[in-house]
């Protein structure tokens, strides 16, 4: 009898503290989904400031106003993290055409790739060679390539489930084409947008002219997919097709710009620090609504909704806003060198830049010991369909900060969509629905809720 007392008793405690935790999350979802705040600041952010480009007015005003945001808030501490970022300007708007026969030409949409260089003033024009790949130039030879505008053409797979894993299929293309094509004497290049949608809208992204000296460096463009499939089509009815671009962007000298960093101090553990971020910075073409204006206010979220259910953390939770992830990478490398040189204990990080459609789960970055922890508690995210928790990179921000010890991890939302608007003209703020948007900020709280209350596993020491 007295054993039995002993059981009931234990699975009474056992099921008070699934009971707390449960609770607790009911709690989050709840005032994510009937409170929002974040679908607010994202409509300040989209539609009254707009794309946010590093070195910007914009990307100013964007630090400026969540700043103000985050200390209506309440935290305990607000503040401005400064780091020098690249500027690049886009100028006025690209044109481009192709011209089958003499006089016969068809005009296609096009924007230049960031930190590409400009046309001559008048534009360029060549001869086309098609391409699916970097590795195709070594075959064709400067003898083929020599005076040409190459145009990588290969697509997104699209038996592939995961739209991140065909974006990294192509995007080497983007990236490294203007250097490499540069090799073999090209003028220039035009790149397959990297989308898996047919459509009408070229997108942007980051390129690399690698150690190319600046005399030698060629003007890389992006071409809409529409675009591609058509310039396709025609060289192959005539090879002797030419194509016309003309785009005057420019990189201009690094400017003064910041994290926006806000933080709740731990109770009981203030020395070990948690972080939950997005970039601040955008592309030019759209608002970054998806990429990654909401991966910002869904951090911002996490404290708010921290604080609203009436939550202690005993860690310190810091959101951080990084700027110039599209063009740079500087805002998460200085965070993570400021971290460094404070001797700051960072234990977690999470990060939300992967647009903000319906969450699905997280993808972790961290010791068995860790993922088997977050996996126990798998059943609690349950009925809010939460259920991927996988084992991969977390975010390019928080990466820098990357220990053995760590847990990292990224918040999945279900990515079919996301390429869509990627770094497009589209990417903007009513593409985004509210309660996707909220119930990604709503699983980021609780995660982070219960990275807290439990703590991270140590990773084991080998003795000896
Ligand atoms: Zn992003």
Redesign the pocket.
Known sequence: MKKLCLLIFMLGMFSYAQTADEAQLRKIYDVSLTNAKGYDWLNHLSNQIGGRLSGSIQAQQAVDYTKSQLEKLGLDRVWLQPVMVPKWVRGTPEFAYYESTPGLSTNVPICALGGSVATRPGGLKANVIEVQGIEELETLGREKIEGKIVFFNRPFDQKLVSTFAAYAGCVDQRYMGAAEAGKYGAVGIIVRSMSSRIDDLPHTGSMSYGDTPVKDRIPAAAISTRGADLLSTTLKLNAETKFYFKQNCEQLEDVKSFNVVGEIKGSTHPNEIMIVG??LD?WDLGDGSH??GA?CVQSMEVLRLLKETGYKPKRTIRVVLFMN??NGLRGGNEYAKVAKSNNENHVFALES?AGGFTPRGFSLDCSDANFEKVQSWKELFEPYLIHLFVKGPSG?DIDPLKTSDMLLAGLRPDLQRYFDHHHAANDTFEHVNKRELQMGAATMASLVYLVDKYGVEPTKKIKG
Do not use: I, N, R, V
Request: proline share 0%; net charge negative.
């Open positions: 997005g970039h955008s990429d990654d991966g992830e599209e830049d390019a």
